[in-house]
């Protein structure tokens, strides 16, 4: 019927850490090549570890996962040139930046993918010279990626993932603690990236930007399964459905001697919005 062809082909897939506590339960899905998806869902219900398995740091307990037609297993991950393959073609942001970033200087985490993947230097450098550009990084090349600001991290690991450019992109809360003005920036990176062709895989809460990045959502709950999968326009509409999962939830604030009580979510955040015209 149609000539989608999946990166990512899960049969029910299960995980327990340590295998007592268990972070997800029969997860059967796929995932389309150049989608926008996001995985949503409230804290705890197995975000950060369905991307962890579909990037191969960690292999279920029991269930079946398929990258690019072959089998995501350890077994699978001792070839070295599926394994060297595999991470040229999906690269993990990683929720907390300070797991991602551990060289000495910005433009050493910049490079480590792509020359750790043994890319030519030159291909490294131009590699590096576009994100310095598109992150407008110049200013922190020599910095240590731990003095910098929470924003500037995350654009710093968010770029040295970009630099070997995967065609899947997986970002695990990638708007977490931001500022508006930042937030928008890296909004704006996910769109063009996959503009470009990127599979682009968010796991995120943040309601506030789901419907930029994602055409499809896959929505997780407490139970740790997959509880909806559809249309992300179709999906953020269901108001109901978003406070069952926690997604949104009404909010009471006082203003002087009122007490306002009022749905708390971003969905409609185009309500009031001001139309900039394009610069000529
Ligand atoms: N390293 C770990 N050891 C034990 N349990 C963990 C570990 N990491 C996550 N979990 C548990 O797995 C479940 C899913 O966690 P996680 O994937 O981090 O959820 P989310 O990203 O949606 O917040 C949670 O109940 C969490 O407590
Ligand atoms: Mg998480």
Redesign the pocket.
């Known amino acids: 019927m149609n000539n989608e062809k999946p990166v990512f082909e899960l049969e029910e897939v299960s995980y327990s ?2 295998g007592r ?4 339960c029969g997860i059967t899905t796929q995932i389309i090549q150049g989608e926008k998806l996001a995985i949503i ?10 991307l962890s398995l579909l990037d191969g740091l960690i292999f279920p307990d029991s269930g079946k996962i398929r990258a690019f037609g072959r089998d995501l297993s350890e077994k699978e991950f001792r070839d070295e040139d599926f394994s060297r393959e595999f991470r040229c073609s999906v690269g993990f942001v990683f ?1 907390n930046p300070d797991v991602q970033l551990f060289c000495p200087t910005v433009k050493e985490d910049i490079i480590f993918g792509p020359l750790h993947l043994g890319f030519p230097r030159e291909e490294v450098k131009k590699r590096l010279e576009k994100v310095v550009e598109v992150f407008d990084l110049g200013d922190l090349l020599e910095r240590s990626p731990h003095q910098l600001s929470i924003g500037e991290k995350r654009k710093v690991s968010i770029a040295s993932v970009l630099t070997i450019e995967p065609q899947v992109l997986l970002l ?1 809360e990638p708007t977490a603690g931001l500022d508006p003005l930042t937030v928008r920036h890296i909004v704006d990176i996910i769109l063009q990236e996959n503009e470009s062709g990127r599979t682009i895989i968010t ?1 995120t809460h943040d309601m506030h930007i789901v419907g930029e990045i994602a055409d499809c959502i896959c929505c ?1 709950g407490k139970e ?1 399964r997959i509880v909806r999968c559809g249309a992300a326009e179709e999906l953020l509409a269901d108001r109901v459905f978003l406070e069952q999962n926690n997604l949104i939830h009404m909010h009471a604030h006082r203003h002087k001697d009122k007490t306002h009580i009022h749905p708390h979510e971003h969905l409609d955040h185009h309500a009031n919005e001001k139309i900039i015209p394009d610069q000529a």
């Open positions: 850490y340590l506590f268990p972070a997800l869902g409230s804290n705890g219900t197995g975000k950060s570890t369905l929720q695990d796991a997780l740790r």
